[in-house]
């Protein structure tokens, strides 16, 4: 198991304002407010749900050519991207960092695969679709099992 002591958080959450998902890093709100008192499995946990929808959102958009000049040119440029992510995870925080500063991710030994939109409109849409993913796992396996207990009773 990797030792993720890191909060997954970017600093843009809407927990404060009654999102049951942060828009920001689409955790769930009590993972956002109990975060310091999770283990370090329960961590782990969060970051693999994340990682895994990410995973899923990318391996339809891109292909990673690859991965050794990924990592060489994410240390070359400094972005801040943890080495401990898989590496379509890598491209989803590449683009979150460089949409607006390249046009293209040749250089980073990446293959997008719909050449039809931007890399600004590629972020917009993954961060769309991992939003909507994380609420819909959140009502399936909170809210959902929450809903049945109360009617069972």
Not at 21 to 45: D, H, L, Q, Y
Not at 46 to 54: D, P
Not at 97 to 126: A, M, P, R
């Amino acid at each position: 198991m990797t030792n993720r002591t890191r909060t997954p958080c970017v600093g843009i959450c809407s927990t404060t304002y009654g999102d049951e998902v942060c828009r920001g890093c689409k955790r769930f709100s009590f993972e956002v407010i109990n975060w310091n008192g999770f283990t370090p499995e329960e961590r782990e946990s969060v970051w693999k749900r994340l990682e895994k929808l990410k995973t899923q959102i990318m391996s339809s958009r891109l292909q990673i050519l690859e991965p050794e000049l990924l990592d060489n040119k994410i240390r070359h440029y400094q972005l801040k991207i943890k080495d401990d992510l898989n590496d379509l995870s890598k491209a989803f925080e590449l683009i979150k960092q460089v949409s607006e500063s390249f046009n293209d991710l040749e250089e980073f030994g990446i293959k997008i695969l719909s050449k039809k939109q931007s890399l600004i409109e590629l972020k917009e849409e993954i961060e769309d679709e991992l939003y909507i993913l994380s609420k819909a796992h959140y009502e399936k396996y909170f809210v959902e099992p929450l809903q049945r207990n109360k009617s069972i009773k």
